[in-house]
């Protein structure tokens, strides 16, 4: 039996896919869970609990407090991620992606690093992170004419499912961020390209801590060490067969990071089809290694 489009690995396919709207939102989010939804009244509330930097139980009057969302599916996706990030600027004790400042997350985030990184994972990368940031596109939209453009909101929606579900989510070492491209330029495929420098030519070394750049050397030197860290991460939809970093869209480049206004559309898209197709491969290797109770915690349609 053929692959749906929602379930393939392949980053083309899955672009394809989303431009003839073949995949939209229901198809993502019949498939992929939304990390979110562990902050939700009502809500099991196992779903939460300390994260591996905090070993604190939680008490119920803990766990009540940080239910906060409403479990009712809504349409705009974006809503329910600008109520997560309005609670977030209010408390930062919690967070989806076991970021190091976050001691209530996510049972899943857990299993999800422990299952795919392991040890390797506890012991190099103290944090964590979500990969392709919704704001940046977000602002960018907000101050084009973009905003009235259905396909551009309808990929912006997507977006704001997809954003913290699990192809989206990266062990990494603490204050990366600063590292790879700073909170207000936070686009994956610029990360890489950086990331590329640092491993093939040193560039870029006095950007990270050394904290980071012992990380990042765990994963090898020069050539070895770039491909080990797209392998070791699940980020072949990221790079075509030469381990070349994609583009988001044309002339996305270090010295120009944000999109313009006919940019927008096809760096969604990217965006998109990267996390789409990254956890579709990183289910392939988690259904080698869990039973269907812990898939549950990242697919619906187990």
């Avoid at 609990?49 to 119920?60: A, E, T, V």
């Avoid at 049972?107 to 103290?126: C, T």
């Avoid at 956890?279 to 898939?295: A, D, S, T, Y």
Wanted: a neutral charge; charged letters at 30%; glycine letters at 6%.
């Amino acid at each position: 039996m053929s692959k749906k489009p929602i379930e393939d690995k392949d980053f083309g396919v899955v672009y394809e896919a989303l431009a003839k709207k073949q995949i939209g939102l229901e198809e993502v989010r019949s498939r992929f869970v939304d990390f979110k939804t562990a902050y939700c009244k009502g809500d099991k509330t196992g779903h939460i609990q300390p994260s591996r930097n905090n070993g604190k139980p939680l008490k119920q009057a803990k766990i009540e407090k940080y239910l906060f969302l409403s479990k009712e599916e809504p349409e705009r996706y974006i809503t329910r991620w600008l109520d997560y990030k309005t609670k977030a600027k209010a408390c930062k004790n919690y967070d989806c992606d076991g970021a190091r400042s976050a001691w209530i997350v996510p049972n899943a985030i857990n299993v999800l690093y422990d299952s795919l990184w392991g040890e390797k994972s506890s012991r190099m990368a103290k944090s964590g992170d979500t990969m392709n940031s919704l704001w940046i596109t977000y602002a960018q939209i907000l101050k084009s004419e973009r905003k009235a453009d259905t396909k551009v909101m309808k990929q912006l929606n997507l977006l704001a499912y997809l954003t913290h579900t699990i192809g989206n989510f990266i062990p990494c070492c603490g204050n990366f961020n600063n590292g790879r491209t700073g909170s207000s330029q936070d686009y994956w495929d610029i990360t890489l390209i950086r990331l590329q420098g640092f491993y093939l030519n040193d560039d870029h070394l006095d950007s990270f801590n050394p904290n980071c750049i012992a990380w990042l050397k765990s994963f090898g030197e020069s050539e070895n060490g770039w491909k080990n860290l797209i392998e070791d991460n699940y980020l072949e939809s990221y790079v075509d067969e030469e381990y070349q970093v994609r583009r988001f869209y044309t002339g996305h480049e270090i010295g120009s990071i944000l999109p313009e206004d006919n940019q927008i559309l096809e760096c969604l898209l990217s965006m998109n089809a990267a996390i789409i197709a990254r956890g579709n491969e990183m289910r392939e290797v988690l259904e080698n290694r869990l039973e269907e109770e812990q898939l549950r915690l990242f697919f619906k349609d187990v």
